[in-house]
């Protein structure tokens, strides 16, 4: 008998790298799956009370991350004075690179890959620059000055596909005119660019535009499961759309960043075990926040 031919199991692509890939018109995000309803409209949960206990727990067990300290202040800074608003730290463009580039590594690394960009490639916000440095570079010397960051095929590929989409569309490569465009005009807008995902989308939102969303990363999805505000079987895309119509706009930015934050630290109440998760809900002590664990709706 001849040998049986073992076949290898393909692994999918990691979730954020296939946020990152061409997407297919089969496959491709619309502006509409980012507007659509809410999917678990007959879960309760959360409540804008159970959002603010949250929020205040977090708070008092981690204070506010450093790192979003300057967004938290500017986003304050233009909801207390809408006639002078205060000017961003960084061009919308920049953001949304920087989130590319933030996919599947850490902040170290993509902070790096970040500089390393714009050391190489330092004015590729205008036209003529660009053009010749980044759109027309060779897709190794793109990769070479991302490559600290991970995936730097994928992101360096990402990355010239959304500003040579840009530069066609609007002759520039320049998003400040999305300050002028409401949440969902951003998100039609933005999703017409290959390999920018929904969570990408909702970062530049929040962080960038200084709009009330609540982006969905892996960290914020699974506390969201383990603590019961969505149903067991939820998917990110639909935990976003059920978080954000269920948490108040005042609470977004300050609970995003702190489940966020609390997910990088915190294993027990985000490792990846599914529903066996919510049997730690017994030992209280073990992570303040299993106190608010509670049966799916």
């Known amino acids: ?65 450093p790192e979003f300290a300057k967004y938290r202040k500017l986003q304050h800074d233009n909801n207390n004075n809408h006639h002078h608003p205060t000017l961003p730290p960084e061009t919308v463009l920049d953001g949304l690179v920087r989130t590319v580039l933030s996919q599947n590594t850490t902040e170290s690394n993509s902070q790096k890959a970040f500089d390393s960009l714009k050391s190489s490639f330092p004015t590729w916000e205008h036209f003529e620059f660009v053009f010749g440095k980044v759109l027309g570079a060779e897709s190794k010397e793109l990769e070479n000055a991302i490559r600290c960051g991970g995936l730097a095929p994928t992101k360096a590929s990402c990355i010239k596909n959304m500003l040579r989409c840009l530069l066609e569309k609007r002759g520039k490569l320049c998003l400040e005119y999305l300050r002028d465009f409401s949440i969902d005009e951003v998100k039609a807008e933005l999703s017409l660019f290959k390999g920018i995902g929904p969570k990408t989308v909702a970062c530049v939102l929040m962080f960038n535009l200084q709009l009330d969303d609540f982006p969905v990363d892996t960290h914020v999805f699974e506390i969201a499961k383990t603590i ?45 075990k599914g529903n066996k998760q919510r049997e730690k809900c017994d030992d209280n002590n073990s992570c303040p926040i299993l106190n608010y664990c509670k049966e799916p709706v």
Request: net charge positive.
């Open 1 to 65: 008998m001849g040998k049986k031919k073992i076949l290898k199991r393909k692994h999918p692509p990691l979730e954020s790298e296939a946020e990152c890939q061409p997407k297919s018109k089969s496959v491709r995000v619309s502006s509409k799956s980012l507007t659509t309803t809410n999917p678990y409209s007959s879960h309760i949960a959360p409540t804008p009370h159970q959002c603010l206990s949250l929020r205040d727990t977090l708070l008092a067990l981690h204070g506010f991350p």
């Open 228 to 272: 019961g505000w969505v149903p067991a079987s939820a998917d990110r895309n639909k935990t976003y759309l059920h978080l954000n119509e269920r948490i108040p706009n005042e609470l977004k930015f300050d609970l995003n960043c702190l489940m966020y934050t609390h997910g990088k630290l915190c294993r027990r109440c985000t490792s990846k």
